[in-house]
């Protein structure tokens, strides 16, 4: 209760500020099979792929600019091997990625103030579910520019 009590505030305060955030993922309580940007629904990759297409207006797959993005942990090597900017600098509406953990993960940057980013993400502090968080811009080890 205490960690949706906090994902709430937290959703709220990115509302109030102007960011857009809501949990209108197409596959939500849908989570068997594979989605049409061939990832795992519910995962992050397919909720970052989702969110690429839906708001960049790019047309990201899993097999994007003839690259094999895979798993979050993954992502980096993926953009630099098909010439997608990467770098330490997070910005609205840019790819989050760490290789931390078994997976990795990634998430949709929707602020960035100071030295955080705001995020909204599948599948990190509710198993195949949607949240946000605030967190230092270290959480990460990298961001991914599609634009």
Not at 119 to 141: C, H, I, L
Request: positive net charge; charged residues 20%; glycine residues 10%.
């Amino acid at each position: 209760m205490y960690r949706s009590l906090l994902t709430n505030i937290a959703l709220l305060a990115l509302l109030a500020t102007g960011a857009s955030a809501a949990d209108d993922y197409p596959y939500k309580g849908s989570c068997a099979g594979v989605d049409p940007w061939n990832y795992y629904k519910c995962q992050c990759t397919s909720f970052a792929a989702w969110r690429i297409n839906k708001k960049l207006d790019i047309r990201f797959t899993n097999r994007y600019k003839g690259g094999s993005w895979g798993n979050a942990n993954t992502w980096d090597e993926a953009a630099r091997s098909t010439g997608t900017t990467i770098n330490k600098t997070p910005a609205v509406g840019a790819i989050a990625q760490t290789d931390k953990g078994r997976a990795g993960h990634v998430a949709w940057i929707v602020k960035v103030a100071g030295g955080s980013v705001s995020v909204e993400e599948y599948n990190w502090n509710t198993k195949e579910g949607y949240g946000t968080r605030t967190v230092s811009k270290s959480a990460f080890d990298n961001f991914i520019h599609l634009r």
